[in-house]
Every structure is written in C-alpha cells, then in structure tokens.
T-cell receptor, first 109, second 110 residues
Framework: TQLLEQSPQFLSIQEGENLTVYCNSS?????LQWYRQEPGEGPVLLVTVVTGGEVKKLKRLTFQFGDARKDSSLHITAAQPGDTGLYLC?????????FGTGTSLTVIP | DAGITQSPRYKITETGRQVTLMCHQT?????MFWYRQDLGHGLRLIYY???????DKGEVPDGYVVSRSKTENFPLTLESATRSQTSVYFC?????????FGPGTRLTVT
C-alpha cells in the first residue's frame, strides 16, 4: 500500500499551458515536501509546506497544503520546457521519508 | 563545493560479486539515507543512519550492508550482487524536514 498517491502518473502538455498535480494520503502529516527530478540526476527539493492551508509560491509554481494536512497540490502556470521532469511529493514519518511514485511531466515546445 | 557526492556514477558488475557504492557529504548532517529507484516503484529506502555507528533498516534492506564510521561517509555494500539489484541508487542527507540528494549511481548487474 502506497502511503502517498500522486496523480496523474504521466502528463504531457504544450508550452504555455497550466497544470496541476496532486499528492494525496489518508494520513495526517506535520509537513510535506515537493521535489523535482530531471533525467540522470537526483531529486532536488522545491519546497516544504508545514501548515494546513499553506500556500507557497516559487516563481510560476504554486504549492498548497490541504487544510487537514493530508494532501497537497502543485500548480504550474504557463509551463515551459524547462519544467519537464519527475515531480515527487514526500513526507517524514518517524525517522524515514516516504515518497509518492511521482508525476512525470513533459512540456512540449 | 559543499554537497553530496556519490561514486562511482556508473557501475557494471557480475552476479555474485561484491560491490560498494560510496557516499560523502560535506554538511555534517546527522541523518543519511540510501534509496533505490526503479520504474514502477519510485524511491524505496534501503537503509538509513541517524549518526555515526547508528544504522537502521528501511523498506528493502535484504542483500545490502551499510556502515557509518564517520559522519560524512555512508557506504552501501552489495555483498553478493543479484540481477534484481540492477537499479539507480541515491544517497541523501537530512536537515530538519528536508532531504538533499546525491547525483546517483547507476548499477547494472549482469
């Protein structure tokens, strides 16, 4: 059983379009992280959200933590080819991090 | 430069051989982790370490051994490599809620 479910699994869009990807769980977490992984590289931390309802913006990326701290979304405005990659959400439970299986995003020029 | 380095970046080995993957961090973070990443499974934790000489199993520890004699180093050893251990291996360290990853080692077991 996957602790974190991410959707969609794959997403292919045209440059300039907007998109939202989701990270859902039935458990409550004190924080949630989003990472982006490009081919051949390790995941890179984008943001950590810690408060229910929190919204954080990173340029064209908007991250939201659900009010109940069970889910999160990542919205990208006007996607660019440089946004292509695998987007992973993760939570810390005890001493371990648990990752979702990711959303693979392709932005077509 | 500060960060996490992994070596080798690519490795091909034969079934039954012992292989050691190296991980070095320059931040002095207490926690370090080893993951494997496979299509359809995402990132799975193999072992982690809370400090020098303290290690614990993760989700998929069978066939792997770790040690941590110094805070900055966390090597992962495959005692007798099997084809099912063909994967990309990532080392990471932790500061508070956040993890920082190395560039990965792509291991192929033939």
């Amino acid at each position: 059983t996957q602790l974190l479910e991410q959707s969609p699994q794959f997403l292919s869009i045209q440059e300039g379009e907007n998109l939202t990807v989701y990270c859902n769980s039935s458990s409550v977490f004190s924080s949630l992280q989003w990472y982006r992984q490009e081919p051949g590289e390790g995941p890179v931390l984008l943001v950590t959200v810690v408060t229910g309802g929190e919204v954080k913006k990173l340029k064209r990326l908007t991250f939201q933590f659900g009010d109940a701290r069970k889910d999160s979304s990542l919205h990208i405005t006007a996607a660019q080819p440089g946004d292509t990659g695998l987007y992973l959400c993760a939570v810390l439970s005890g001493n371990q991090f648990y990752f979702g299986t990711g959303t693979s995003l392709t932005v077509i020029p | 430069d500060a960060g996490i380095t992994q070596s080798p970046r690519y490795k091909i080995t034969e079934t039954g051989r012992q292989v050691t993957l190296m991980c070095h961090q320059t931040w002095s973070h207490s926690y370090m982790f080893w993951y494997r990443q496979d299509l359809g499974h995402g990132l799975r934790l193999i072992y982690y370490s809370a400090a020098a000489d303290i290690t614990d199993k993760g989700e998929v520890p069978d066939g792997y051994v770790v040690s941590r004699s110094k805070t900055e180093n966390f090597p992962l050893t495959l005692e007798s490599a099997t084809r099912s251990q063909t994967s990309v291996y990532f080392c990471a360290s932790r500061e508070f809620y956040e993890q920082y990853f190395g560039p990965g080692t792509r291991l192929t077991v033939t």
